[in-house]
């Protein structure tokens, strides 16, 4: 499980990961707090024991973003990393090519994200995707094989796809999970996800990881609802 430290400020992001640092397997530092506290956020946070998952979702020039990525390589608590992977097979290569040139941490993994979880079938059609969302993120994940990407970030409602046409040691990492148990928040109005399941669900279809954010850090009892859904996923496995 990766906890998204979805906070604006370090001190709040700090509080939280020290409450659950036993109890999951890696951290998730997403623009806003990168962008308001930089690189200390995540050496702080990775201080902690779990690993970092900078989620700052790269899309630019290959030569921009390959740049990007060796900066990034540069802190050692940082396990995973992302790019859009629509911003084409130049882009990627040029990202793979770099972390490997690095080579001062060895144990980063790149990922790239196929579409985001906020998007159905209407925007993604506002936007210019003319297939299906499961179409299209099947579609990106080859891609990010075929460029030499570790793995894809995508929603659980393709990952059962993208496991058979990617094979077991391509990594998933799966937003857009709601879980069930009392105690944990439950999506509602103000929920900008779209395409979501269950730990249990996301599980079974052949997720890696499950990033959890708002049913953990947004419940009455944080630890609690951690608990509740690892006993989830154990259920599952």
């Known amino acids: 499980m ?3 430290l979805d906070f ?3 001190n ?3 509080d939280m990961a020290r409450a659950m640092a036993r109890l999951v397997g890696m951290f998730k530092i997403n623009i806003h707090l990168f962008t308001a506290e930089g690189p200390e956020a995540v050496r702080k946070i990775g201080a902690l024991g ?3 998952f900078l989620d700052l979702k790269y899309h630019d020039i290959p030569n921009t973003v390959a740049g990007a990525i ?3 390589a540069e802190l050692p608590e940082v396990r995973l990393l992302d790019l859009h992977a629509s911003g084409g097979a130049p882009m990627m290569r ?3 090519q770099a972390l490997a040139q690095y080579g001062g941490n060895a144990r980063a993994k790149l990922l790239g994200i196929t579409i985001l979880t906020s998007l159905d079938q209407t925007e993604l059609r ?4 003319k297939a299906t969302p499961g ?3 099947l579609g990106l994940a080859r891609l990010a094989k075929k460029c030499g990407l570790d793995g894809v970030v995508a929603s659980p409602k393709e990952v059962k796809r993208i496991r058979r046409a990617c094979g077991r040691d391509f990594l998933i990492v799966v937003p857009g999970i709601r879980p069930t148990q009392a105690g944990a928040r439950k999506a509602d109005e103000t929920d900008d996800q779209a395409r979501i399941a269950t730990p249990a669900e996301a599980i079974r279809a052949g997720a890696d990881y499950l990033v959890v954010g708002r049913p953990i850090t947004a419940a009455p009892d944080p630890v609690a609802a951690a608990q509740a859904i690892a006993q989830e996923v154990a259920t599952a496995l």
Do not use: C, D, Q
């Not at 506002?126 to 995707?129: A, K, L, M, Q």
């Open 8 to 10: 604006g400020r370090l």
């Open 126 to 129: 506002r936007v210019g995707f």
């Open 12 to 14: 709040e992001a700090l």
């Open 2 to 4: 990766i906890l998204a």
């Open 50 to 52: 779990p690993g970092v």
């Open 70 to 72: 060796s900066a990034a």
């Open 135 to 137: 179409a299209t993120v």
């Open 94 to 96: 040029a990202a793979v």
